[in-house]
Structures are given as C-alpha cells and as structure tokens.
C-alpha cells in the first residue's frame, strides 16, 4: 500500500502563486508514475501533470503548460506541484494519485492510490 498526503491548497487571486505538495509513505517503491490531478464542481477529474517516479520525466497537459511545474524531492518522497499564473479556471479541488505502472498515463484508471485532495480557489 502505498499513502499520499496532500497539503498546499488555498484561496489565491488570479495572477498569484500556490505549492501543492504530495508526500508518499509506505511501498513506495512500487510507485511508478505519479500525477496530480483536479475535479472542479460538475466536471470529470482530470490529470494536469504527471511525473515518472524513477527517471523525473514530466508531462503536462495543455491547460496548464508553462504555467504549472510538478517536480520530487527523493529524499522525502515528496511529489510537488507549483502552480504560477493561476486563472479562476484553475479552481477545483487536486488531487495527487500514484501508480505501480511507469509511463504517460493520463487516465485516472491506472492510478491505484489517492490522496484526500486539496481545495484551490482562484478569485478574479
């Protein structure tokens, strides 16, 4: 098993910053990929970034590309999203997952473990 704890998550005006941060316990060596996704009210839960434990190979989705930068801390097993530039688009509840599989997975179904979420309000 494999626990993720996020923290970071906050009210914040548009233009403005935020860290998400993930940290992982347990088997985390069984960790594959890890990636952070967000559910805003009405929506699907989507990924916005994506990282390959072993190699740090980043992904990101269009919507946040150039603004968004997920990044690890080995040391503390720690999975990190900063987030620059933040739109009231951005606003939604993320959530880091992590999956036994290596690789560009975007879909939550290849995703085993998840965090308890963390809400981020963007205002205008």
């Known amino acids: 098993q494999v626990q993720l704890v996020e923290s970071g998550g906050g009210l914040v005006q548009a233009g403005g910053s935020l860290r998400l941060s993930c940290a992982a316990s347990g088997r985390t060596f069984d960790i594959g990929t890890m990636g952070w996704f967000r559910q805003a009210p009405g929506k699907e839960r989507e990924c916005v970034a994506l990282?390959?434990?072993?190699?740090?190979?980043?992904y990101y989705a269009d919507s946040v590309k150039g603004r968004f930068t997920i990044s690890k801390d080995n040391a503390k097993n720690t999975v990190y999203l900063q987030m620059n530039s933040l739109k009231p688009e951005d606003t939604a509840d993320y959530y880091c997952?992590?999956?036994?599989?290596?690789?560009?997975?975007?879909?939550?179904?290849?995703?085993?473990?998840w965090g308890q979420g963390t809400p981020v309000t963007v205002s205008s």
């Open positions: 997952a992590a999956s036994r599989f290596r690789g560009e997975y975007w879909t939550t179904l290849a995703y085993e473990y």
């Open positions: 990282i390959i434990w072993s190699v740090c190979s980043t």
